[in-house]
């Protein structure tokens, strides 16, 4: 009989075993990855655009363009396309990023033919109409001035545009004036120029019918590649910011610096070496700040990895009368990682709690689908992640500490305030 009085034993795996996708490519050019598994008798196809704000010619084209796909095409309007999706039991979701706009929907895959029409449909009729662009906009603005009073969105807003520049697509946001300026033909515009190179990702029970449907739906496509594009990045000199808000009680912190992307010979020890700092509970800067001084109800560190570029924050929010101890206590923290040698319980324990939580992420084949939408936006070799597991697990305290040499000095940081 099993004693449950008694803990299980530990039993540490530095597997990762991925689902292997099958490629494709279509008559049309289109490129598809499948990822057939899970027991449910769900599909998610999510087709990836380069379309984001990386390539805009007009400040918040993508977001809008993408967002008002599903809101009207010549023969139906924005009730009958949500209705429609409703009555098969499918979810659209639309997802304007930086770099890319996604578009994925979820259906039963025995409604996936008459779901997926109307994706295409959508991607090739939508009339983006003034009534739907102008109440997104009213939308939009009131989100923004709801979050302008918040100190972590304008701390966000600055540490971007300090590390990117203010005309940088990773460093400008989007204000006001660019909502109230734009039109519909700019949104036509940005979707004619840049929503005809996809890719797309086919995941769950993709059965043989399953896939001869995406097949036979998007093969007809007509696909426009995306030149590359290239824009001069700054090099600004790291800085100390404050910028005061009226009334406000607490400041938000931020601190960050210009990164290295996954394909880099150090990314691994850069990974372990945030996680250590501030990428879990159990973190210097979540024991430092929260628990020894009560400084803040949380810390984290992370790393930002897009296709253009990389960077690494930290953030936390604190009374006023706390700010520069707060800051002061990071930047001990940094300084230790590359002075002190991290010892063996603290490093076993961040490095298996890491590993354990990447390894837990890939529990549907949705998960699987994601680990391989990320290796191919970044070029990255197919066991990568397995591969990414094996040095996790061979690194040193010794090759830690002169990692964080190079991309871990506190003078390398800039240092924003907002409270």
């Given at each position: 009989m099993l004693d449950r009085s008694v803990a299980p034993p530990f039993t540490r795996s530095i597997d990762f075993e991925l689902i292997q996708p099958r490629t494709q490519v279509l008559a049309n050019g289109l490129k598809m990855f499948i990822i057939s598994g899970g027991s449910q008798e769900v599909v998610r196809v999510e087709m990836l655009m380069r379309a984001g704000r990386w390539f805009e010619k007009t400040s918040g084209a993508a977001y809008f363009a993408a967002n008002l796909l599903s809101k009207g095409t010549s023969t139906k309007s924005a009730y009958e396309i949500a209705q429609y999706f409703d009555q098969y039991g499918a979810h659209f979701e639309v997802s304007a990023g930086l770099d890319v706009v996604s578009l994925s929907l979820y259906t039963l895959t025995k409604n996936?033919?008459?779901?997926?029409?109307?994706?295409?449909?959508?991607?090739?009729?939508?009339?983006?109409?003034?009534?739907?662009?102008?109440?997104?906009?009213?939308?939009?603005?009131?989100?923004?001035?709801?979050?302008?009073?918040?100190?972590?969105?304008?701390?966000?807003?600055?540490?971007?545009?300090?590390?990117?520049?203010?005309?940088?697509?990773?460093?400008?946001?989007?204000?006001?004036?660019?909502?109230?300026?734009?039109?519909?033909?700019?949104?036509?515009?940005?979707?004619?120029?840049?929503?005809?190179?996809?890719?797309?990702?086919?995941?769950?029970?993709?059965?043989?019918?399953?896939?001869?449907?995406?097949?036979?739906?998007?093969?007809?496509?007509?696909?426009?590649?995306?030149?590359?594009?290239?824009?001069?990045?700054?090099?600004?000199?790291?800085?100390?910011?404050?910028?005061?808000?009226?009334?406000?009680?607490?400041?938000?912190?931020?601190?960050?610096?210009?990164?290295?992307?996954?394909?880099?010979?150090?990314?691994?020890?850069?990974?372990?070496?945030?996680?250590?700092?501030?990428?879990?509970?159990?973190?210097?800067?979540?024991?430092?700040?929260?628990?020894?001084?009560?400084?803040?109800?949380?810390?984290?560190?992370?790393?930002?990895?897009?296709?253009?570029?990389?960077?690494?924050?930290?953030?936390?929010?604190?009374?006023?009368?706390?700010?520069?101890?707060?800051?002061?206590?990071?930047?001990?923290?940094?300084?230790?990682?590359?002075?002190?040698?991290?010892?063996?319980?603290?490093?076993?324990?961040?490095?298996?709690?890491?590993?354990?939580?990447l390894q837990s992420e890939i529990t549907t084949p949705f998960a699987h689908a994601e680990k391989i939408k990320n290796i191919y936006l970044h070029g990255l070799p197919a066991d990568y992640y397995q591969t990414l597991i094996h040095k996790l697990d061979a690194l040193t305290a010794e090759q830690l500490m002169h990692t964080a040499k190079q991309y871990f000095e506190e003078d390398s940081f800039f240092e924003v305030a907002v409270g």
């Open positions: 996936l033919a008459p779901t997926l029409a109307l994706v295409r449909e959508l991607l090739e009729d939508s009339t983006y109409p003034e009534k739907e662009l102008t109440q997104l906009k009213s939308i939009y603005i009131q989100n923004l001035k709801v979050n302008q009073e918040k100190t972590s969105f304008q701390a966000g807003k600055l540490i971007r545009r300090n590390l990117f520049g203010e005309s940088h697509p990773y460093g400008k946001e989007l204000e006001e004036k660019d909502v109230e300026a734009l039109t519909r033909e700019q949104l036509v515009q940005h979707m004619q120029a840049f929503g005809k190179d996809l890719v797309v990702f086919a995941s769950g029970r993709v059965n043989e019918a399953a896939e001869q449907t995406i097949r036979e739906t998007l093969s007809s496509l007509t696909l426009s590649p995306v030149a590359p594009k290239t824009i001069e990045p700054i090099h600004a000199l790291p800085s100390h910011q404050y910028q005061k808000k009226e009334g406000s009680m607490q400041s938000s912190i931020r601190m960050g610096r210009k990164s290295i992307g996954r394909a880099h010979t150090d990314y691994a020890p850069v990974l372990l070496i945030n996680h250590i700092l501030g990428g879990y509970f159990g973190s210097r800067l979540m024991k430092n700040i929260r628990e020894d001084k009560g400084l803040s109800y949380g810390i984290y560190s992370s790393l930002q990895t897009l296709q253009q570029d990389n960077y690494m924050v930290i953030g936390a929010d604190v009374n006023n009368e706390n700010l520069e101890m707060t800051f002061a206590e990071i930047r001990k923290e940094l300084g230790r990682l590359y002075t002190d040698p991290v010892g063996a319980e603290e490093l076993e324990m961040a490095r298996n709690h890491f590993i354990g939580s």
